[in-house]
Structures are given as C-alpha cells and as structure tokens.
C-alpha cells in the first residue's frame, strides 16, 4: 500500500512557492530526497521575501503574474487561507502542478471552478493536508483496512489550538487578517482529513453549532468565534464529529468506531498526546487471537528517518513526497481536487448551518457537472473583501468590532514584527 519515492533516474521536479511564511516549510522540504528543486520563491512582503530568497538562493517574485513565468513545473500555494482557489486556477492555466494549503476553496463557485479547471488542464492538484500523515493517523489507516473493527460507524476529529493573544497576533498582521475574520468552522481540515484518510469516506451531508466566546479574544483583534462543532453525514450513512479551533484546552485527537471495535489516539499533554493508539473490542465479540484491549506506539510504514525530522508529526514530509510521486505517476493523489473541495466546503456549509442554529445542507457532488453546476454562482462569503448586502457576518453574534485591548497589543506586537501597512 506504500508508495515508493518515484524519482530516481528522473529529472527534477522544479518548484515555486508562494507565501514565505508557511511556504518555509514546503521550500524546505522541496529537495533531493522527494525529487524536487526549489527555484522560486513570491511573496508581496518585500523585506521577508529578499531575506528567504538569499537564505535559499533561488528567483523572487513580488507579482504572481510574473513569477508563474518562471521556467518550473509545480507550484506550492501558502498565501493568505482563503485566496488559494484563484491562485490555483491561474496556476494550472499555466501548465503548472498545483499543491495549496488549506483550503482549496473559500466559496462553492470556487469549489466548482477548480474542479473544472482540473478537468480542463489534466494537471496535478492536491491539497497539502499534513495531519493525515502522522505516524498513529497512517497506523489507524491502515488497521482499518485490516477489517480488524468492521466499517466505520462513527469517528470524531479535534483540531482545537489555542495561541497565546500575542502568538496568534505576530502570525496574523493586520485587522483585516485571514485569521482575524476566520469563522470557526472554516479551518476543519486538520480535523476532518485524518478520518476521511482512515477511512475512505465523503460527507454528503453537513450541520453544526458555533460557540462565540468574546472573552477568549479580548487581546487579539478576532471578530469571529473561536469554537465550533460540526457534524457530517458520510456516504456510508456514519456520522462524523468535527471540533475546533481556538478554545483553552489543546485538543488534536481522533477516534473512529466501526461494527466490530473502535481505535483512537490516545488523550495527553503535548501537540499529538503521547502518540499512542489504544484498540478495544467488545468481550463478548473477540475473535480468536484477538484482545479484548491493547494500547501500543506505532511505527512509520517507510522513511521513518525522513517523517521524524519534518514538522507537524511527520506530515510536513509526506505532503511533498506524495504531490511529487502523483506528479511522476500521472495518478491523482488520495487529496484530491475532489476530497479537497468537499474538505473545505464542509466548513462553508457547515458556517451556512451555525447562522441557523444547526439547519442540515447537502454536500453537492464535486465530481457530477449536474449537482455542481447548482453552486457555480454561489458567492456566499464571510470575508471583508467579499463585503456587499446580504453577505454573512464571521460570527453568530453578528458583524463584531475587536476589542480596544487588542487593537492596542497587535499595534505593538506588528511593530515589533516589522509590519506596516493598515495600523
Ligand atoms: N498545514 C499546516 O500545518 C499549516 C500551518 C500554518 C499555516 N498553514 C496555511 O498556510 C497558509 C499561509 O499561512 P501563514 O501561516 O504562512 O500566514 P499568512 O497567511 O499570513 O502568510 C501568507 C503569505 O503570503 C503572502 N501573500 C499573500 N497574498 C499574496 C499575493 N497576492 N502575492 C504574493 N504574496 C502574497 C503574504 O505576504 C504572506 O507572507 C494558510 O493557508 C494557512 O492555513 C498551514
């Protein structure tokens, strides 16, 4: 079931990235060992990007536009979180291999466009989705396509990382900042996409509840809530929980309940908990040589070596070792156009739902020109520069000012990062 780095007597890969903050991660990870070549570096943020750029030694780009001409085969996308649809789209017009952080899409016509310009194109595109990859997210894989708990019941998923007010500020420069205006069910991917990998499945159905709580944010500049649970109707009829994203309390979890037995990370201190799965059956259910209940540290498939020094448990390696084996085999990669599309159109749907207090919406399908084309003129946004009559609020409290404390942090914290614009 493991992939084989596919590059030996090939040519490199060469790749741009866009965005030099997390971008980092992917430029470094850009190298010899997954066949690629970093030789391109954009980013509007003028002083950071000469700074990366000297660091790696490759061609700068301010403007997009000019940097897609650069000669390169792939781009990484890791500008701002709710823009990479577009910057996608131009990107496989090109001709170019596209992997773009979280999300795929901000808007359904965006879903539905970058499904099309796919199609279109015949060029690569996957979301770089790193918490599927962890060490105890491919074991889960893997033992539940073992059969050992039957088929998927119900799963539940926790990306809940709280940030210190001045943490959260220094990553977030300006008020009008992605992650200032960020609803609480728009990041669910690192939630979600390690049980969707686990177990094979699409949502097909979305609702959920938001929890606005303003005094999490009395010193950050967020007009949005910081929690939210979401639930998803999957293909196979399970139900998925979904919990995120800011609230006292670090959470990154899964679990996932099948017909014969369930499995889950274990709960604990640090970013993963001890990283140690737990699998239990029923007694009255055990098969012969099974036990009832057995708790044990997994062990890397392959590249264990490599996983152990990326960032994000391991998941900052994988993301670029499958992008450049789906760019060498022509394959599509598990993530997808589609299961990227559906991922983050789960949080826009699931948004839809909390400013109706938990109201269900069907998930169109991505991949059926008939269902999607329902949603190529759905603009709906909660995103300032989406502004217009009828648009909806970031909260379930309303269009919401920050509060003065925080204005005042972020202005010295911005300054202190070298951030100018909009104070
Ligand atoms: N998967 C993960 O573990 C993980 C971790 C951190 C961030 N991310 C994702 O990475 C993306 C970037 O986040 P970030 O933390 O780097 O913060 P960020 O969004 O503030 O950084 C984006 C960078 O892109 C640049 N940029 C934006 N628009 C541009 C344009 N039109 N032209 C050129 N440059 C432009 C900005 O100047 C900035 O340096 C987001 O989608 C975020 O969700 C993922």
């Known amino acids: 079931m493991v992939e084989k780095v596919k590059h030996t007597k090939e040519k490199k890969i060469r790749v741009g990235v866009i965005g030099v903050g997390r971008g980092q991660s992917f430029a470094q990870a850009a190298n010899a060992v997954v066949g690629m070549e970093l030789v391109a570096l954009c980013d509007r ?5 000469r700074e990366v750029g000297q660091r790696y030694g490759v061609a700068t780009y ?33 001709g170019k291999h596209v992997m773009s952080e ?31 990859f962890t060490v105890f997210s491919q074991e889960m894989r893997r033992l539940y396509h073992s059969g050992e708990i039957g088929e998927v019941t119900y799963a539940e998923g926790e990306y809940n990382h709280p940030m210190s007010p001045r943490d959260r500020l220094r990553i977030s420069p300006g008020m009008k900042h992605w992650r200032a205006w960020l609803p609480s069910t728009y990041y669910c991917t690192h939630a979600l996409a390690p049980l969707m990998y686990i177990t094979d499945a699409m949502p097909v ?8 709580c303003r005094e999490v944010d009395e010193l950050t500049v967020r007009v949005a809530d910081p929690g939210s649970v979401i639930l998803c109707r999957m293909d196979n009829e399970a139900v998925f929980r979904i919990f995120g ?40 259910d055990l098969k012969p040589g099974e036990e009832a ?20 448990g391991g998941g900052d390696f994988w993301t670029n070792f499958h992008f450049a084996n789906a760019i060498r085999s022509g394959e599509p990669p598990y993530f997808d156009v589609y299961r990227g ?6 949080g826009i749907l699931a948004w839809k739902s909390a400013l109706e207090d938990g109201h269900p919406f069907d998930m169109p399908n991505f991949k059926d020109e008939n269902s999607r084309k329902q949603y190529e003129n759905d603009h709906w946004s ?30 010295q914290v911005w300054q202190e990062i070298g951030y100018h614009e909009e104070q």
């Open 341 to 346: 599309v559906a991922m983050s159109s789960v």
């Open 382 to 411: 909660p995103w300032p520069e989406h502004a217009e009559p009828g648009q909806p609020p970031p909260s379930i409290l309303g269009f919401l000012k920050p509060n003065p404390k925080g204005i005042e942090l972020a202005r």
């Open 293 to 312: 209940e057995r708790v044990y540290t997994p062990d890397w498939p392959e590249h264990g070596d490599l996983a152990r020094q990326a960032g994000h």
């Open 102 to 132: 979280t999300a795929s899409n901000t808007t359904l016509t965006e879903g539905v466009a970058l499904c099309r310009a796919v199609e279109k194109t015949g060029m690569t595109y996957m979301l770089a989705e790193n918490y599927p």
């Open 45 to 49: 943020w003028e002083e950071r990007l």
């Open 245 to 284: 994203l800011l609230l006292p309390g670090h959470s990154n979890w899964y679990r996932v309940h099948g017909s014969r037995g369930a499995m889950e990370i274990i709960r604990g201190p640090g970013y993963f908990g001890p990283g140690k799965i737990r699998v239990w059956h029923e007694g009255w």
């Open 62 to 94: 301010t403007n997009y536009e000019k940097f897609l001409e650069h000669d390169m085969d792939a781009v990484i996308l890791a500008n701002y979180f709710h823009q990479h649809a577009p910057f996608a789209v131009k990107a496989l017009e090109a």
């Open 205 to 212: 159905k979305v609702n959920a509840l938001s929890i606005a």
